[in-house]
């Protein structure tokens, strides 16, 4: 149990084109998910807090209009990357929360590769 | 902000060793998580602590919580190839936000 889905799960696109990255809780309702951004040989940071219904909660430094998110039910949030850069090539992972016990669910994550 | 030192950044041993693995904070946390996250995919749960002072072992690995609050270890005993990967500490900061530490990345030499 416990799955979480994302896809896909690597994309290449070009500068100044719109990406769209789909996260799934497979066998469970959550209550929460996140997304994360990681760049090469580094931690996981925090972009934004999705509840399902409600705007996103993004961190400082996360340009909101910049990584749209958008959380339909209490089993799919997209995050769309807008006017892609090449410096937003990175590895996006989300992850799915239930509130008892508190816990993130991980997925396998999506690498994007802007040109 | 709360950080997560963690160290050592890597290691490199020759499998069946032992590994340790630490990380620290200037902030109390109330949960200590370790995750491991392979090449090209997401952080996987390994041992979640809750209590301070806490000792919590699956398999060959074993944590444990800080009394401060303030630190945790990870301990992985007769390293086997499979253990290679990056381990990440992480606390929860608030209700449900996570902090990750700056990861161990282990190598292992058969």
């Known amino acids: 149990g416990a799955v979480v889905s994302q896809h896909p799960s690597r994309v290449i696109c070009k500068s100044g084109t719109s990406v769209k990255i789909e996260c799934r809780s497979l066998d469970f309702q959550a209550t929460t998910m996140f997304w994360y951004r990681q760049f090469p040989k580094q931690s996981l940071m925090l972009m934004a807090t999705s509840n399902e219904g409600s705007k996103a909660t993004y961190e400082q430094g996360v340009e909101k209009d910049k990584f749209l998110i958008n959380h339909a039910s209490l089993t799919l949030s997209t995050l769309t990357v807008t006017s892609a850069h090449p410096e937003d090539s990175s590895f996006y992972i989300c992850?799915?929360?239930?509130?008892?016990?508190?816990?993130?669910?991980f997925g396998p994550g999506t690498r994007l590769t802007v040109l | 902000g709360q950080q997560l030192n963690q160290s050592p950044q890597s290691m490199f041993i020759q499998e069946g060793e032992d590994v340790s693995m630490n990380c620290t904070s200037s902030?109390?946390?109330?949960?200590w998580l370790w995750y491991k996250q392979e090449p090209g995919e997401g952080p996987v749960l390994l041992i979640a602590l809750y209590k301070a002072g806490e000792l919590t072992s699956n398999g060959r690995l074993t944590a444990q919580f800080g009394i401060t609050r303030k630190d945790s270890f990870l301990n992985i005993s007769a390293s086997i190839p499979s253990d290679v990967g990056i381990y990440f500490c992480?606390?929860?900061?608030?209700?449900?936000?996570?902090?990750f530490g700056q990861g161990t990345r282990l190598t292992i030499n058969p």
């Open positions: 902030s109390i946390f109330n949960t």
């Open positions: 992850s799915a929360s239930v509130v008892s016990p508190n816990e993130q669910f």
């Open positions: 992480a606390g929860y900061r608030g209700a449900q936000k996570l902090v």
